[in-house]
């Protein structure tokens, strides 16, 4: 049976100089875990307008369903404008308000987030007290909860975040963020530091720290993991992050050891950072080709 994953949050364009193409951390997660295989689903929202048609026409090109994106009449579909001019180091510009920031609740989402096997949140989804107000109705729910923390300055609030912290068993950060937390809880900025202050204080299991081209690592019960990542010519970094979450999710459900996980966490992760846009179609074979 294929395990059951839960996304929540936003799904938009990224506006680049070359043109527009579908992103999103949350709709890039739950469609690479689709393409893994698994049974995945997204919790978001598009404007009943052109853009956000276009945007399920997409994800339907891919077999994904799409019963738990709602349309929200008087909101616009969401658009980020890109600035891809270092590749490895994208700026983003993102509009506000858009259809995801109201986000409702209803059965059908909570029966679902019941019925996973992981649920998948983050922090820009809920940048408006309504979306805020569904995910905070979803989390309570006793599956394997997921905090990507994916921090987008000025949308971000450390008191909605030690909230979330509170329900965390999986936390996946990278570096940068690693040190605005340090900051925030008013730490020495280094990985051990921040790593133990987070699991002595919230109930998290483990967290994952992203280090872009140079890899990742683990930390859980008071030991590291690394990996030094694999080298491939980047075509652009946008959803490199969210790769890396997807294959590490599926790793970690189908119970492979923390080695095993990295290693293809870190392999998906570059592939994907060497094709252009945040969800390219692909096969497990070209993954596994990357060396």
């Known amino acids: 049976m294929k395990n059951k994953v839960v996304v929540f949050g936003e799904m938009l364009w990224d506006c680049l100089p070359s043109g527009s193409v579908p992103g999103g951390a949350p709709m890039n ?22 853009e956000g048609k276009k945007l399920i ?7 994904f369903q799409t019963q738990l994106i709602q349309v929200i009449a008087d909101q616009e579909t969401s658009k980020v404008l890109v600035d891809d001019s270092d590749p490895e180091n994208m700026k983003y510009e993102i509009v506000s308000p858009v259809a995801w920031d109201f986000i409702q609740w209803n059965s059908e989402t909570e029966h679902e987030v019941a019925k996973s096997d992981a649920f998948v949140f983050g922090t820009l989804g809920v940048r408006n007290p ?3 107000s569904t995910l905070i109705k979803l989390i309570h729910q006793k599956t394997l909860r997921i905090f990507d923390a994916n921090l987008r300055s000025p949308y971000y609030d450390f008191e909605i975040i ?9 936390l996946k950060i990278n570096e940068d963020e690693l040190e605005i937390f340090a900051d925030y809880f008013d730490l020495e900025p280094n990985i051990k530091t921040v790593c133990e202050h987070l699991d002595n204080h919230f109930p998290m299991d483990l967290i994952c720290i992203t280090k872009g081209s140079k890899g990742a690592l683990i930390f859980k019960g008071g030991e590291f993991w690394e990996h030094s990542g694999y080298k491939v010519e980047v075509a652009d970094s946008i959803g490199a992050g969210d790769a890396f979450l997807s294959g590490f999710i599926k790793c ?22 060497s094709k ?10 070209e993954v596994h080709a990357i060396q």
């Open 29 to 50: 997660v739950a469609l690479h875990l689709h393409q893994l295989g698994l049974d995945s689903k997204l919790i978001s929202a598009v404007g009943d307008d052109v």
């Open 57 to 63: 026409d997409f994800l339907t090109t891919f077999g």
């Open 130 to 132: 309504e979306s805020l």
């Open 162 to 170: 030690e909230t979330l912290l509170g329900f965390t068993d999986i």
């Open 252 to 273: 970690y459900l189908e119970k492979k050891s923390l080695e095993e996980t990295l290693d293809f966490a870190c392999k998906l992760g570059a592939f994907v950072a």
């Open 276 to 285: 252009k846009g945040g969800t390219p179609k692909y096969t497990a074979s």
